[in-house]
């Protein structure tokens, strides 16, 4: 079935390096992803968004980039440091929905 | 702004108990949801809602029950525990907004 998936589930940084945490999805209809930062114990935190009309979108140290063609999808850490460990989650919305579908997510770990 | 308050924060059940998860946001968002995170994964939709009056199943429906009276207020309703509900639960508004999680086991 279609699904949204990530590479790595766990990457491990040194503390000041740049992080890469990717993500695919299956489904051509989706138009509209989140990437979510999870502490341990805490709920899910919304970071970024980005709607399939745009390639690329940058908040604060993050950049989210969209790539249709190949359905990929990359969250961008500037700088990591040591708060910035967590699980990292993309979510799918499919065209015309609000319902997030959520991927098995990646744990990023920063060595300080 | 208080955001998306869910209670309790813990809870243990005996298989066959009754309890409801309570949630409450103070945002006047139209869209609430339940997801269910076992260990290790993402987020399964339980029940959504898209505004007062109005709820739908989600992934992973069964088992639970869902209401809607106010736009505030979106508790989830487990009837007959089991112990495949061990899980956190979490309650979110908009797809931006979550609460803490209630860390449910059932033994």
């Known amino acids: 079935g279609e699904s949204v998936g990530l590479h790595l589930p766990t990457l491990s940084v040194q503390e000041g390096d740049n992080s890469i945490i990717n993500c695919a999805y299956s489904?051509?209809?989706?138009?509209?992803f989140i990437w979510y930062k999870q502490e341990s114990g805490k709920g899910p935190q919304f970071i970024i968004d980005?709607?399939?009309?745009?390639d690329k979108r940058q908040g604060q140290r993050v950049t989210v980039l969209l790539n249709k063609t190949v359905k990929h999808l990359s969250l961008q850490i500037a700088a990591t440091q040591p708060g910035d460990s967590a699980v990292y989650f993309c979510a799918e919305n499919r065209e015309g929905s609000y319902i997030p579908t959520f991927g098995r997510g990646t744990s990023l770990i920063v060595h300080p | 702004n208080a955001g998306v308050t869910q209670t309790p924060k813990f809870r243990i059940l005996k298989i066959g108990q009754s309890m409801t998860l309570q949630c409450t946001q103070d945002?006047?968002?139209?869209?609430m949801y339940w997801y269910r995170q076992d260990p290790g994964m993402g987020l399964k939709l339980i029940y959504y809602s898209v505004g007062a009056g109005i709820t739908d199943k989600g992934e992973v429906p069964n088992g639970y029950n869902v209401s809607r009276s106010t736009t505030e207020d979106f508790p989830l309703r487990l009837e007959l525990a089991a112990p495949s509900q061990t899980s956190v639960y979490f309650c979110a508004s908009t797809g931006a907004f979550f609460g803490q999680g209630t860390r449910l086991t059932v033994v």
């Open positions: 489904n051509s209809a989706s138009d509209y």
């Open positions: 980005i709607r399939s009309n745009m």
């Open positions: 945002m006047n968002h139209n869209y």
